[in-house]
Structures are given as structure tokens and as C-alpha cells.
């Protein structure tokens, strides 16, 4: 107990900050009492079926009818458009604590928090000083990019938060094993490595790049290929064993569609898909919302002040700047999609670099009490610019009326079984994608966003099924054969619309 309370005292300050980082997230995730449009809004659906049937990942549970392509994930009933790790995490969160925003966005937090953890960790590892690790914790800390991940707010939302946590945890599972040559670290890497693909594909094998170069350097240094090579294949396969056995289940059960997702993943490299295109500048523009205003200027010249560390200069430092290096390159340059958060998961490490530069400065000053003065000075600064207040005044703010009416809206959803009979369990026309929602809120409900076509309804018709409409609102009409149904009820509320 005495060893535990000493470490706890020595190592204060990044138990403070990791503190500050599940408060910080645990009121994110309560921000937004409303599912986001993209891409939360499917997520939380597929996981909350997942409560029911862990293993059929599906969407639209009772579709009412079959005139809907299996392939388009937005619309469809058997979904593997996402591996599954990060659902079921949320479907065993709302298991927990039931059905609900916070519930279905808490495993986000807590991997949240323990990123500032694991990147403290493993500077630690790679044997530089305090200063530097606790410097990239506060920026992690305060990161407004990661609590807009966290809260749903930035797209691809709890599926890059887990994503990036797992990743960050096999490379700190390696630099435990480079420290300590303990078997069971090889083991782990390859747990979290096989974790991460199950997240969001094959990216998450971005550790064994670190690895393998790590290995080259060995090599070249007369160390036995088997002593390398042995560790890296075992981990290699237990990696296999936690994330192939979906794969073949998947590809057995339902092998078009999954085909289908693998060759989806596929042509993001070789093709602009939904519209997400841009330059080779695209990342550098994201850069400012990824990693902080202004800060993110002070990337190549930490890079730069890297090599002036003996550290800086080792084996597993060149490896992790080679391997950080190439993935960018590879995403900003060959990869024809591009979404901000592709490069989530390396953004750890840009933060270290700025707080390298920032430790390279303070080292100049060569009184103790300005370098510890600079040190606050820098901590503050960089909490405040990682963080970017402004933002969060604005999106809070009243005046932000696409926010207001997004809460209004899942108002009305939440409670809609109060507006229509209890034998209704079919409700059309909400906004675009909005149906979603209603189905999160609602159990054993099938809604559809604006009106299906008459053939759908005329095939309802003959089986006289019961349905809720909202009525015409914006650009959200009514057809005239809906309005004939005999099985029709108005539900006379207005939606706030949105052009999505």
C-alpha cells in the first residue's frame, strides 16, 4: 500500500489530469440529449439491437417491406458496415445502465480518458523526460476534436474514439515488451491489434509497422532474426485469432454483403466515395480542429527538435516517426476518401512532438524557477488552445438554431408513443435519416423518413397494417395515395426541418 501511495504522489499529475479527463468527458457526453446525424445516429441503433441479437448486427429491425437494396447501409436491415467491437461496447453499456444517450456514449469517455494514460505511458517508455509526457497529456486532456468525437458531434464519432484507443494501447503493449521482454506483452499487442481491426479494418495493424522497422534496426545490428521474428509472428497471430473468427463468421452467414463491405473499405484508397474528396492539403486544413489553432505549426519544428535528443535518435523513436510519417503520407496522398478522422489515430503523437518543441525551448532557460514558471505557462496555454472555449460557446449558444431544433425534434421523438394509438407501430415521414432516431427511441417501432412509394403501400394496404404519419412539413410532402389509405393517422406535430 505504501509503494501504491508513493507512486500515486510522484505520479500526481497525471492523475489529476486524467481526472479532469473523465470529468471533462462525462459532461461531453451529456451535451447533445439528441443522436447526431453522422454517423451516431446509426451506430446507436445497431448497438442497441445488438442488446438483443449480439451476433446479427441489424439496423431496421421489422422492415414492412422488401423493396430496399441490402447494400446501401444506410437503409438497410442486416448491417456490416462497421466491424463490431465498439457496438457491442455500447450495446453492453445500455444492457448496464439502460437505454440512453449518456449510457450508449459512455464507453467513448472512459477510452477517452485512458488515451491520456496510455500516451503518458508510453513517452514514458520511449524514455523521455516527465515534462514531455504530462505536455502531450494536457493537450489530449482538453482536446475539443476528441470530446466532439466523444459527444457525437464530429462524424465517425465512437467508432474512431475506439479506434484510436486500441491502437494507442498495442503500441504502449510494445513498448512495455521492448522495456521488459516479457512474453505476455506480445500477447497484448496482439489482443489490442486484433481489437482495433475489429473497430475500423486493417489500419489497426498500424503497431506491427512500428514493430517491424523497430526489427530492421535490431537486424542490422547483428540481433538473431529468431529472437525478432518468433515474438512478432506469435503476436501476429493472436492478433488473427481475435478479430478472424467475425470474418469468417460473417463471410459464412451473410458472404455477399460482407464482400460487399470489404470491397467498400477497399476503393476509399483508389476512390473519392460519398462525396468526401480533397487535395493533398486536405489534412493540413484539418489540422487547425484536429490538434488545436495555432499549435499545430509547432509539428516539423518538434520533429526537427526530436533529433536533438539523444532519445529522440533511438531505435523505437525513429520507428514511431517513420511508421507516423508513412500513415500519413499514405492517407494524404494515395488514400482518394479523405475524412479528418482517418488520421485520428496518429494525432497523439503530433501532440508529442509540440510539446518536444516546447521542452526544447524551456531547456534553454537555465533558471529552475523560469523553467517551472514557462512550464505552467506553456501547460495553461496549450490546455486553452486544445481545448478552443469559442467553439463550445457558440455551439451552445441559443443562436445556434440547427442545434435548438435538433433537441426539439428528438423531443417529440422520444415521446411520440403519447401522439399516435398504441396499435401503430409504423410512423413515415420525419426529416431525412430522422427515422433513425425514432427507432432508437422506440422499441419494436419501424419508422421510414419521408413516404415510401405507392407500391409499398399498396402491399401494406392488402395487409392492413396500421401507420403514423407526420404531417406535411418544409419540403416534406404528403403524396395523395398516402393521404387515400384507409389505415392513415395524421400525427399533427410540426418537425423542424433540416437539409441534410
Known amino acids: ?26 459532461i461531453a457526453i451529456q451535451i447533445d440529449p439528441f443522436l447526431h446525424p453522422w454517423d451516431e445516429r446509426f451506430h446507436a441503433l445497431v448497438a442497441r439491437n445488438m442488446m438483443d ?63 491520456i494514460l496510455l500516451i503518458y505511458r508510453i513517452i514514458i517508455n520511449m524514455q523521455f523526460n516527465r ?20 459527444s457525437g458531434i464530429q462524424g465517425m464519432d465512437h467508432n474512431d474514439v475506439a479506434h484510436g484507443f486500441y491502437i494507442l494501447a498495442s503500441i504502449w503493449a510494445l513498448t512495455e515488451y521492448i522495456k521488459t521482454k516479457k512474453w505476455y506483452w506480445f500477447v497484448f499487442i496482439g489482443v489490442f491489434s486484433g481489437a482495433a481491426i475489429l473497430i475500423k479494418w486493417l489500419t489497426g495493424l498500424f503497431v506491427y509497422l512500428i514493430w517491424g522497422i523497430y526489427n530492421l534496426f ?10 525478432l521474428i518468433v515474438p512478432f509472428l506469435l503476436s501476429l497471430l493472436v492478433c488473427l485469432l481475435i478479430f478472424g473468427p467475425w470474418q469468417l463468421y460473417i463471410l459464412t452467414r ?15 484508397i483508389t476512390e473519392i466515395l460519398e462525396q468526401n474528396g480533397g487535395d493533398f492539403l486536405f489534412y493540413y486544413e484539418h489540422f487547425s480542429s484536429l490538434i488545436g489553432k495555432y499549435i499545430y505549426y509547432f509539428i516539423p519544428l518538434g520533429i526537427i527538435a526530436s533529433l536533438f535528443y539523444k532519445k529522440g535518435r533511438n531505435k523505437l523513436s525513429i520507428a514511431v516517426l517513420l511508421s507516423i510519417s508513412f500513415a500519413f503520407i499514405f492517407f494524404n496522398f494515395i488514400v482518394k476518401t479523405k475524412i479528418p478522422t482517418y488520421i ?34 506553456a501547460g495553461i496555454t496549450l490546455a486553452y488552445l486544445s481545448l478552443n472555449p469559442k467553439y463550445f460557446i457558440e455551439y451552445l449558444s441559443p443562436a445556434n438554431t440547427e442545434r435548438a431544433n435538433r433537441i426539439y425534434n428528438a423531443e417529440i421523438y422520444k415521446n411520440i408513443r403519447e401522439h399516435i394509438p398504441d396499435d401503430v407501430h409504423v410512423v413515415l415521414n420525419m426529416n431525412s435519416f430522422e427515422d433513425i432516431d425514432v427507432m432508437f427511441f422506440n422499441k419494436g ?56
Not at 500500500?1 to 462525462?26: A, H, T
Not at 446501401?72 to 458496415?81: D, T
Not at 535490431?218 to 529472437?227: G, Y
Not at 460482407?258 to 477497399?266: D, I, S, T, V, W
Request: overall charge positive; aromatic content about 16%; hydrophobic content about 50%.
Open 344 to 377: 485520428f489515430f496518429i494525432v497523439p503523437f503530433f501532440l508529442f512532438y509540440i510539446a518536444l518543441l516546447i521542452d526544447f525551448i524551456i531547456k534553454w532557460f537555465p533558471s529552475i524557477g523560469a523553467q517551472k514558471a514557462l512550464l505552467i505557462l
Open 1 to 26: 500500500m505504501k509503494k501504491i501511495i508513493n507512486f500515486i504522489i510522484k505520479e500526481k499529475w497525471i492523475f489529476i489530469l486524467f481526472l479532469l479527463g473523465i470529468i471533462l468527458r462525462l
Open 445 to 500: 417501432m419501424t419508422a421510414y423518413h419521408w413516404t415510401l412509394p405507392q407500391v409499398d403501400i399498396e402491399e401494406m394496404k392488402e395487409k392492413k397494417i396500421k401507420i403514423a404519419v407526420f404531417k406535411e412539413h418544409g419540403h416534406y410532402n404528403i403524396p395523395s395515395y398516402l393521404y387515400e389509405y384507409p389505415y392513415i393517422y395524421i400525427i399533427d406535430l410540426d418537425l423542424k426541418n433540416f437539409y441534410e
Open 218 to 227: 535490431l537486424l542490422l545490428q547483428k540481433e538473431k532474426i529468431k529472437n
Open 53 to 115: 441479437a449480439p451476433f446479427t448486427p441489424i439496423l431496421r429491425v421489422n422492415p414492412i417491406t422488401d423493396n430496399y437494396d441490402p447494400f446501401i447501409w444506410c437503409c438497410n436491415h442486416i448491417w456490416l458496415h462497421k466491424q463490431p467491437l465498439f457496438l457491442w461496447q455500447m450495446a453492453i453499456s445500455m444492457k448496464i445502465f439502460g437505454v440512453s444517450l449518456w449510457s450508449m456514449r459512455l464507453p467513448s469517455a472512459i477510452m477517452g480518458a485512458l488515451l
Open 254 to 268: 451473410w458472404p455477399e454483403l460482407a464482400q460487399h463491405e470489404y470491397e467498400f473499405n477497399r476503393r476509399h
Open 131 to 150: 515534462r514531455i509526457a504530462l505536455l502531450t497529456a494536457v493537450m489530449l486532456t482538453f482536446s475539443c476534436f476528441h470530446l466532439q468525437l466523444i
